[in-house]
């Protein structure tokens, strides 16, 4: 092992609008928070998602990858119907693609994550 996970980045145009967005996906909270960058997790001293602003941000498209996904979030649900208008609710689009076990929806910002069954 060379190291361990620290978290991911994600960049976007609203940090602060797409951290309350993930924060309810995935139940989490922030733990810490500047102008350009806020990071959600567990605790501070765990790993966790940071948001970061970025000028001229262009959303990822899917599914064609004229502007590539970059990333994309997998959160595993009981209840698809329960999951998607909970996420629709919080500013989450569907996206083509899917199947039996999962569905494509985009973030606030477009990027793209799967609600995946279990």
Known sequence: MI???HGTIIDCPDPSALADFYQELLGMIRVQEEDDWIVIGDAADRPGVAFQ?????RAPTWPDQEAPQQMHFDVRVEDFETAEAAVLALGARRLEGGGEAFRVYAD????PF???LF
């Open 3 to 5: 190291g361990k996970w």
């Open 53 to 57: 602003r970025v000028a001229d941000y």
């Open 108 to 111: 606030p910002a477009g990027h």
């Open 114 to 116: 799967c609600l995946v």
